[in-house]
């Protein structure tokens, strides 16, 4: 089974950058995907962006601009450079791995980490 490992999160002031670090403990031939989520307390999970093994980038959220995805496949690793936070970015973000990133959707990806929290103050 594969296991993904978030790292890097924690307490910025706004205006401040964050990046976040996901590594999978293994590879899997069927994973083509790897994103990145972000669920805040009450809210839906919602996908942030993803990247493929071709290095194709998708982003679906407004923070398009100031965060930017990367990976090495080399690591297994996945990247998430958040900059210029705003408070409202303050969420739980979870790296997950899926067969395709068409659409990011939710119900595509079989593999999740367990979350790096992210706080961000004004």
């Known amino acids: 089974q594969v296991q993904l490992v978030e790292s890097g999160g924690g307490s910025v002031q706004a205006g401040g950058s964050l990046r976040l670090s996901c590594a999978a403990s293994?590879?899997?031939?069927?994973?083509?995907?790897m994103a990145w989520f972000r669920q805040a307390p009450g809210k839906e999970r919602e996908a942030v962006a993803g990247?493929?093994?071709?290095?194709?980038?998708t982003y679906i959220n407004s923070e398009q601009g100031r965060f930017t995805i990367s990976h090495d496949n080399n690591k297994n690793e996945v990247y998430l450079q958040m900059i210029s936070l705003r408070p409202e970015d303050s969420a739980m973000y979870y790296c997950?791995?899926?067969?395709?990133?068409?659409?990011?959707?939710?119900?595509?990806?079989?593999?999740w980490g367990q979350g790096t929290q992210v706080t961000v103050s004004s």
């Open positions: 997950a791995a899926a067969s395709s990133c068409d659409g990011l959707r939710r119900a595509a990806f079989r593999y």
């Open positions: 990247i493929d093994r071709a290095g194709r980038t």
């Open positions: 293994r590879y899997t031939y069927s994973i083509y995907c």
